[in-house]
């Protein structure tokens, strides 16, 4: 199949690239390289070669999803069957610092997408939203029928484009396939999520922060995450369908923060109150996707947190930190 990763050089992007690569699928990327306002050159640039490596992608076209002629070009030259939709604004608290961006990234661009995928017949996109779209849990392991509260602009703006897929699949006849990951981490990321930023703070502060330590976050490993993405790609059974894609194991940030500073070998842990400005979560029922793939995942923060943490240690920009 031709598959065309809208982030492919990001995150996620960068592991579901190398799996279907894997699996001998033709992969093409689109990624425009934004550092969002935060990330410094000297930790950029070496996370974005190590995931253009890792990626091994057929063909890259660099450009930003807003600009539609853009766009045209990427899709005519790949002539996708499917679609992932992973570029997109990393978290919330950068949303709220770069509203206009952030709207421009995440509302005008999936016009974009969305009227491309149609013009070129492309059978499905696999669209990356979040958890956040819940806002609060109200319950102890929601499953996807849970309502949907986004307390921020990011959750927000990530219910709105799960709600064109699903109007543009009423009008146009699109499939599509709404992702919600939560509390992801794990190698070739920047230092922008909790596991990471835990890492950072040990090492340079010889402390860990940890807001409402009794907290649970349902951690969910990255390369765990892209087989998900690869698996509904293709399924028949996910079609048209929204899945917690997560471990399903909600552990609390203190269990995290101990782990990081097992690793780590230092940080003393301070605790405050949880961050009003996240909505509490938990765990994730994730056993509506983990039934259609056939698939569990694999990986806990025991196993995962190390990985991390190892291939963090061997960074060259840690002495910039």
């Known amino acids: 199949m031709n598959v065309l990763i809208l982030g492919g050089h990001g995150f996620i992007g960068c592991h579901v690239s190398n799996i279907l690569k894997f699996q001998g699928h033709n992969v093409s ?17 070496p996370v974005l070669e190590q995931r253009k490596d890792w990626s091994n992608a057929d063909a890259v076209h660099i450009g930003r999803i807003e600009d539609e002629h853009f766009l045209e070009h990427a899709f005519r030259d790949s002539k996708p069957d499917v679609v992932i939709h992973l570029a997109t604004y990393p978290n919330a608290h950068m949303v709220k610092h770069n509203p206009v961006d952030a709207t421009g990234n995440m509302i005008t661009a999936n016009i974009n997408i969305l009227n491309a995928c149609v013009k070129h017949k492309v059978k499905r996109i696999v669209f990356s939203s979040s958890s956040m779209v819940y806002g609060d849990f109200l319950t102890e392991s929601p499953d996807e029928t849970h309502p949907t509260n986004p307390l921020t602009l990011y959750g927000s703006y990530k219910l709105q484009g799960e709600k064109m897929c699903e109007i543009w699949n009423r009008e146009h006849g699109l499939e599509y396939v709404i992702m919600r990951p939560s509390a992801l981490y794990g190698t070739r990321d920047m230092i922008v999520r909790v596991i990471s930023q835990m890492t950072r703070s040990a090492l340079i502060n010889d402390k860990i922060i940890v807001n409402g330590p009794e907290n649970k976050l349902d951690f969910s490993y990255v390369e765990d995450v892209a087989d998900y993405f690869v698996g509904v790609a293709f399924h028949p059974d996910a079609k048209n369908q929204k899945f917690n894609c997560t471990r399903g194991h909600g552990r609390t940030i203190m269990e995290a923060a101990e782990l990081v500073q097992e690793c780590v070998d230092k940080g003393f842990i301070e605790t405050k109150p949880h961050d009003a400005f996240y909505p509490n979560r938990d765990t994730l029922d994730s056993s509506k996707i983990k039934q259609v793939l056939g698939y ?9 947190i190390p990985l991390y943490v190892n291939w963090f240690l061997k960074q060259k920009f840690i002495n910039k930190l």
Request: charged share 20%.
């Open 29 to 45: 990327v689109v990624d425009c390289y934004h550092q969002y306002h935060i990330f410094p050159d000297w930790e950029y640039q």
């Open 296 to 304: 569990t995942p694999t990986i806990d923060i025991e196993q995962g």
